[in-house]
């Protein structure tokens, strides 16, 4: 900072000195030539090209960024791994109650069957008795 203070400190006289006035017309001649140059033009528009770029790649790094921490929250907000651990629960609740339906169905058709016996052996004690009941 020192440095710059001195510096100026040093051509500030000089400047003094060697002071020219330029007409603003000549002045806005000058700047108008300057800017009509081919080697300003392809200057100044690297120099667009590159800001734009650079503000491009800005703007792609943020998406990136914000997509980013989109997709971390809603990973969050739908918790994948309970999501399977319930599904997988679900799963073997569903075969345990398919599993207990498979037994009942079973012990269905065994009562059914001692209820056919037990009907057939009370319809063959009904005619015995009926039987009976003709001899006497």
């Given amino acids: 900072m020192q440095d710059k203070k001195q510096f100026s400190a040093e051509v500030e006289p000089e400047t003094q000195k060697n ?6 017309s000549d002045l ?5 030539n300057y800017l009509n140059e081919a080697e ?3 200057r100044l528009k ?5 800001a734009i770029h650079e503000e491009l790649a800005n703007m792609s790094l943020t998406l990136r960024h914000a997509i980013r921490e989109w997709v971390e929250k809603e ?21 345990a109650i398919n599993d207990q339906n498979h037994d009942l169905a079973a012990e ?13 052996e009370n319809k063959l004690i009904l005619l015995s008795l009926k039987q009976l009941n003709q001899k006497k």
């Fill in 19 to 24: 002071k020219l006035t330029i007409d603003p």
């Fill in 28 to 32: 806005r001649a000058l700047v108008s």
């Fill in 40 to 42: 300003t033009q392809k």
């Fill in 46 to 50: 690297k120099h667009l090209q590159d």
């Fill in 75 to 95: 990973k969050k907000k739908h918790n994948f791994e309970q999501v399977k651990q319930e599904n997988l629960q679900l799963e073997e609740k569903l075969g």
């Fill in 108 to 120: 269905n058709k065994k009562l059914k069957r001692k209820m056919e016996l037990k009907e057939h």
